[in-house]
């Protein structure tokens, strides 16, 4: 039986300019990699950031973990995998994964926190009911 969940993968080239002088990927540029992953997963589901804020919400980052394990460079295509693994109550954390090319070892592991913000008020609220009911299709009972 498959866990739980929902996920997505996005490859991304490394470009010259994400790189340091020894062309190894800086720490910094693994959160946008994040983001864009992150993105694709909501817009797989059919949840997208600018139909969450035409509602008048925010999904606004609490936190952001990185786990270094082995260096990208430049020109290596990198498989970010973006997973939704708990159904979110107030917070919902996404994981992530990243390899690079073809191989199966991990580069970098991680997990952001996320919280639905009213963008009138600035308060955190629950995810609204329809986001809950998009995202509970991938958490049966």
């Given at each position: 039986?498959?866990?739980?969940?929902?996920?997505?993968?996005?490859?991304?080239?490394?470009?010259?300019a994400e790189t340091d002088a020894m062309k190894v990927?800086?720490?910094?540029?693994?959160?946008?990699?994040?983001?864009?992953?992150?993105?694709?997963?909501?817009?797989?589901?059919?949840?997208?950031?600018?139909?969450?804020?035409?509602?008048?919400?925010?999904?606004?980052?609490?936190?952001?973990?990185?786990?270094?394990?082995?260096?990208?460079?430049?020109?290596?295509?990198?498989?970010?995998?973006?997973?939704?693994?708990?159904?979110?109550?107030?917070?919902?954390?996404?994981?992530?994964?990243?390899?690079?090319?073809?191989?199966?070892?991990?580069?970098?592991?991680?997990?952001?926190?996320?919280?639905?913000?009213?963008?009138?008020?600035?308060?955190?609220?629950?995810?609204p009911q329809e986001y809950r009911n998009v995202i509970?299709?991938?958490?049966?009972?």
């Open positions: 039986m498959s866990e739980p969940g929902v996920s997505s993968t996005t490859d991304i080239r490394v470009r010259y990927v800086y720490h910094g540029n693994y959160l946008p990699y994040f983001e864009e992953a992150r993105t694709d997963l909501f817009r797989s589901i059919g949840l997208t950031y600018a139909e969450i804020e035409r509602e008048g919400f925010y999904l606004v980052v609490l936190e952001a973990h990185a786990h270094y394990k082995r260096s990208a460079v430049y020109d290596d295509i990198l498989h970010v995998k973006a997973s939704l693994r708990e159904l979110p109550a107030m917070k919902l954390t996404i994981h992530y994964e990243i390899t690079r090319n073809d191989q199966t070892d991990l580069l970098v592991t991680g997990h952001t926190v996320h919280a639905f913000v009213n963008a009138a008020s600035g308060r955190p609220i629950r995810p509970q299709r991938y958490f049966p009972l």
